[in-house]
Nanobody, 118 residues
Framework: QLQLVESGGGLVQPGGSLRLSCAAS????????IGWFRQAPGKEREGVSC????????YYADFVKGRFTISRNNVKNTMHLQMNSLKPEDTAVYYC???????????WGQGTQVTISS
């Protein structure tokens, strides 16, 4: 069964850091385009960052550039999102996803809550 499972969410103060992880099972992440998305209450889901499967190039949304870093570990079949300098507006449920062809994301995790508050 193909599955993605996130972990690492939590409550941190503004300016703090969190590292989200996403473990894949049932398929290798090596050549997939992998991404992180988030959805805040009352807002639509938005893309945060991704690594293309074709050339490992990375993309970051403007609102996280310089603060977040996406990575993958092909040996452990995991992907990560290091989040630094967190802001209250980063509060959301974060989802990892994988796309076999670089287009539509076919596989999604269940989401992990990230709350930034003092």
């Amino acid at each position: 069964q193909l599955q993605l499972v996130e972990s690492g969410g939590g409550l941190v103060q503004p300016g703090g850091s969190l590292r989200l992880s996403c473990a894949a099972s049932g398929f290798p992440l090596d050549y997939y385009t992998i991404g992180w998305f988030r959805q805040a209450p009352g807002k639509e889901r938005e893309g945060v960052s991704c690594i293309k499967g074709s050339d490992n190039s990375t993309y970051y949304a403007d609102f996280v550039k310089g603060r977040f870093t996406i990575s993958r570990n092909n040996v452990k079949n995991t992907m990560h999102l290091q989040m630094n300098s967190l802001k209250p507006e980063d509060t959301a449920v974060y989802y990892c996803a994988a796309s076999p062809g670089g287009g539509k994301y076919d596989y999604w995790g269940q989401g992990t809550q990230v709350t930034i508050s003092s």
